[in-house]
């Protein structure tokens, strides 16, 4: 099988924990789960019908874990706003979003970490 070559320039932290947007702050906010986070957007999957559509904009507030030098993290919370670029079907009722943040995060999640491969579920 050909793997596609790997285009991020940033690793992402793949964890699954709750993420609340919307594409008014003020209106009601929507859950998804999130897949995956790097300093400059994330993916997190939701229900069809209470989707973004690609090209919108939305409020995001997530938490990241942050590690430390003892393998220990702590979690900071987050809201960004973004743009949606990708809305895949992954089926009937599931999409996966992905979100490009308009004020990147402090920190480079993936790469606070010395771990090859981080999740977290």
């Known amino acids: 099988m050909d793997q ?15 993420v609340w947007f919307a594409e008014d702050f003020d209106d009601i906010l929507t859950q998804g789960q999130m897949i995956d986070v790097s ?7 939701c229900y069809s019908d209470r989707c973004p559509s690609t090209g919108g904009h939305i409020t995001t507030r997530f938490s990241v874990p942050r590690f430390s030098e003892e393998d220990t993290f ?7 706003n973004g743009r949606i670029c990708r809305v895949d079907q992954l089926g ?3 999409r996966r979003v992905a ?3 308009s004020e990147p995060l402090p920190f480079k ?6 771990s090859e491969e981080l999740i977290f579920i």
């Open 99 to 101: 979100v490009q943040f």
């Open 92 to 94: 009937p009722y599931l």
């Open 109 to 114: 999640p993936a790469e606070s970490h010395p």
């Open 4 to 18: 596609a070559k790997e285009r991020r320039a940033e690793k992402r932290l793949r964890y699954s924990w709750p």
């Open 74 to 80: 702590d979690l900071e919370n987050f809201v960004r």
């Open 39 to 45: 300093s400059g957007g994330a993916a997190f999957t």
